[in-house]
């Protein structure tokens, strides 16, 4: 290279190095160090946004706001669903021997008797829906748009749910009857394989409600105390209290005595199945005498249920069932045949 092209080239490089340090000069301190990791020589940079100030402005829930909503039952639940399709169903049934039990007729005085279909729709619907207690079927009908539906506006209570299931066991259980005989007239089931099995339903009784025979007749006793002791003050003075909270403490005395009645019977029986030291330790419930300690399917011993139920194997379809104290399923088949035969 020659002496005039490496004087241009160091005029070049001495000019080049006083424009960097010039515009370092006019850098400011603050920001000096970030300028300096980088090559070239960068602008001024973008103002930040600075965060707002003050309180966050909020739609806040109201619950005092009076508001009206103008909607029927019926405009609430959508056309197919399945509660629907319950009260149809029902409708459908002969139910003339729920109806030959009510007492309020026309022309007498007395408050009107709530329709017997809408106690069989609600417990078809619950039963499909999972729900088996009358207590949680109750609040259902006040809170569920489904329940309410069927309902109608009619108000229920647990005590009238519970009562309906228990008190018509007979009539519920030719409903079932004719369920299965519409079915097999349309060709939905044809009965020609039965399959059975059995399921251990856990009772309402705890381990404390088991009594023996001495303990029973002690409650006994006190139970018909109690009844008397009521009846007595009912008598002498009326007035003394409201005639409901009076009236409820009479039933639910005589419910008491007549559950331990029936605790006492079932452990006679019970100790008509045993012998020695093992007859003498039998014990009875005084809330489920009909329960039985069994052995459930987690390993553990609980008061239950033997429910053994059959089924068409082909519609999938419940043909018979039946509930036993028994622990096992051992000689639950012939009476299951007897009762495919009955029906």
């Given amino acids: 290279m020659s002496d005039s092209a490496l004087s241009v080239l160091d005029e070049w490089w001495e000019s080049g190095i006083r424009e960097v340090m010039s515009t370092e000069e006019t850098i400011p301190p603050s920001s000096r160090n970030e300028k300096e990791s980088t090559l070239f020589v960068m602008g001024p ?30 405009s609430l639940l959508p056309e197919d669903h399945r509660a629907r399709l319950v009260w149809e169903y029902v409708e459908g049934l002969d139910l003339s021997r729920l109806y030959e039990q009510v007492r309020a007729v026309e022309g007498r005085a007395g408050r009107e008797a709530m329709d017997p279909r809408i106690l069989m729709a609600l ?52 409903l079932l009857t004719q369920s299965v005989a519409t079915l097999l007239h349309e060709g939905l089931v044809t009965l020609h394989r039965v399959a059975q099995d059995g399921i251990r339903v856990r009772a309402h009784a705890g381990a404390a409600s088991f009594r023996r025979r001495r303990s029973l007749e002690e409650r006994q006793g006190e139970a018909q105390q109690q009844v008397q002791s009521l009846r007595q003050e009912w008598e002498e003075d009326p007035g003394t209290s409201t005639r409901r909270p009076q009236a409820a403490k009479q039933r639910a005395a005589r419910e008491r005595s007549v559950r331990v009645a029936k605790a006492l019977d079932e452990l006679a029986e019970i100790e008509s199945k045993k012998k020695g030291e093992k007859k003498e330790k039998a014990r009875a419930s005084t809330t489920d005498p009909e329960a039985r300690v069994m052995k459930m399917a987690e390993g553990g011993f609980r008061p239950a249920y033997n429910v053994p139920w059959a089924s068409d194997t082909g519609g999938q379809v419940v043909t018979g069932v039946e509930m036993v104290n028994a622990g096992s399923d051992e000689g639950q088949m012939p009476p299951m045949v007897q009762q495919h035969q009955d029906r």
């Avoid at 402005?57 to 029927?72: D, F, G, N, T």
């Avoid at 079927?137 to 749910?161: K, M, P, Q």
Wanted: proline share 5%; aromatic share 8%.
């Fill in 45 to 74: 940079s973008a103002p930040r946004k600075t965060e707002p100030s003050g309180r966050p402005r909020l739609r806040h829930a109201e619950r005092q706001q009076v508001v009206m909503q103008v909607a029927s039952l019926d």
């Fill in 123 to 174: 417990w078809w619907y619950a039963t499909l829906e999972g729900v088996g207690s009358a207590r949680q079927l109750a609040r259902l009908c006040e809170d569920h748009v489904a329940y309410r539906w069927i309902c109608g506006g009619v108000s229920v209570n647990y005590h009238t749910l519970s009562d309906f299931r228990t008190a018509h066991p007979q009539v519920l259980d030719e």
